[in-house]
């Protein structure tokens, strides 16, 4: 059996609610924050889930350093939403809470990679 692996189960999840949070954006005609903020937040777990059949440890490092980038821009685009209104406070609230956490998780991993050879 597969033993869980945290960090692609989060951001697959929040993906998820990435999906759901742009597609209300969408409904309020924020056209090019939605795509922003999809991209970057769909991107996160796509980026883990390459990691996981990277082709060496500089291939790993370097995807997830991609997917802790993607999510400090998930960041700003969530803050964006919740100051402009386009996003309700609790609903971008809890999705910054979940990419802040996801960010703290993949920079440590990058850090851990590149302390341990």
Do not use: C, H
């Not at 500089?58 to 400090?72: H, L, P, Y």
């Amino acid at each position: 059996m597969k033993e869980a692996n945290p960090i692609l189960e989060m951001s697959y999840r929040f993906a998820l609610d990435v999906t759901a949070a742009a597609r209300i954006m969408r409904e309020r005609k924020e056209y090019d924050l939605a795509s922003q903020f999809w991209r970057s937040g769909t991107s996160i777990g796509a980026n883990v889930e390459e990691a996981q059949a990277a082709q060496s440890r500089a291939d790993f490092k370097s995807k997830m350093g991609i997917a802790a980038k993607e999510a400090r821009e998930t960041i700003y685009w969530l803050r964006l939403a919740r100051d402009t209104g386009i996003l309700g406070p609790k609903n971008a609230e809890d999705l910054l809470a979940q990419a802040s956490s996801i960010q703290k998780i993949l920079t440590s991993i990058v850090k851990t990679t590149s302390e341990n050879p």
